[in-house]
């Protein structure tokens, strides 16, 4: 539910005909049925809200839209999404994996349990998935399976050595 992942599941609900978006959050975020609900009760600068909007505004367009929680690192879990996904829904035919921490700090103040974070979201998870899809056997379904990084890999940036590593 970040930002790269809604901007590319809002270009498939625009552009493919009644998809199936599945959604994985490591946050909490509310069921469907109370989207509508939240946002009777929240103001239009709720970052929850904004994403509650943009997921309407792709049901709107025929997608159906199913948004998941847990950490994408955890293999047993991604595993268990997928499953569940393709026992719902039928054959999976993408996967973007578009999950990412940045990183704070410079790296002589940075502990291994911070950068270990950053890269869960990054590498674990890439990895979490590329074994739960092949788990599943999923090969003959895909018609793509999308990494996405940050130009933060090859640019760098101020305290951001872990993400920078992450992502290249």
Not at 97 to 125: E, N, Q, Y
Request: with cysteine; hydrophobic share 45%.
């Amino acid at each position: 539910l970040g930002g790269v992942g809604l901007a590319l599941a809002e270009y498939i609900a625009g552009h493919a005909a009644r998809p199936v978006l599945a959604l994985l959050s490591r946050s909490e975020f509310p069921a469907e049925e109370a989207w509508e609900r939240w946002l009777d009760s929240h103001d239009d600068l709720d970052p929850t809200s904004a994403r509650n909007r943009r997921l309407i505004a792709m049901r709107e367009l025929g997608a159906r839209v199913a948004v998941r929680r847990g950490d994408g690192a955890d293999p047993e879990l991604t595993a268990a999404q997928v499953g569940d996904l393709r026992d719902r829904y039928g054959a999976l035919n993408g996967v973007i994996h578009a999950a990412g921490l940045p990183a704070a700090g410079m790296i002589v103040t940075k502990t291994g349990a911070d950068a270990d974070r950053v890269f869960a979201a990054k590498i674990r998870g890439t990895l979490a998935l590329a074994q739960a899809c092949a788990s599943a056997d999923l090969g003959a379904e895909l018609d793509f399976f999308i990494l996405c990084s940050s130009v933060t890999a090859v640019l760098g940036g101020p305290g951001q050595s872990d993400y920078c590593a992450a992502n290249a």
